[in-house]
C-alpha cells in the first residue's frame, strides 16, 4: 500500500530512528509499503522515517527497462547514467567503511519534491544489515548504490541532503 511522504517542512525527519528488533511480519508489510511508496512515487530510495515509521528500514531500486538512461541533468549539462541496482531492503543497515575516496553527485529526495543538489559522498562503502528474511548480510557498494545508501541512512539518522550540500547549499529544480 502506498503511504504519504512525510516533506521536508515536518520536523518529523529529524528524529532518529530505533533499531528493528525482530524481522517479523510487520516488518515485511512495513517494506512492501515501502517498495509500493517508492516506485509509486519514482523514488531511487526510500527510509521507512519518510513514510513515518521511525524504524532503521530502507529500500532502494533503480531500474530502467530502456537500460542505462540519465537520472538527471548536471548543472553543467552533462548527462549522469547509472547501470541498473535490484530491489534491496536493508534492515538495521550500517555503514562499516567508508572509502576516502568522494564523488559528487546530484541527489534529489521524496521529501524534497523537484529539489535537487549536489553531494559529496564516499565512492565505495561497505555495509552490514539484515536482509527481509532476518539473515544477516554484508557487502560492498559504489557509485549510485553507495550514494542511494549513504542518503537513506543518513535519513535513518535525522540527517537530509540538504545537510551535506556544498558552501553554496544550492538547491535546484528541473522543469
Ligand atoms: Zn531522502
Redesign the pocket.
Known sequence: MKRKIVLYTSPLLRKKSVKVARVDAATKKLVRDMVDTMRTDFGV???AP?IGIFKRVITYEYINPSGPEPLGRRPSGSLETFPNIPLRALINPEIVHFSKTTEVGE?G????PNLYGDVRRSKKIKVKALDIEGKHIEFEAKGLEARVIQ??VD?LDGI??VDRLGKDKRLYTYK
Open positions: 530510495g526510500l527510509s519518510q541527489e529526495c521524496l521529501s524534497f542518503h537513506e535519513h537530509l541532503f
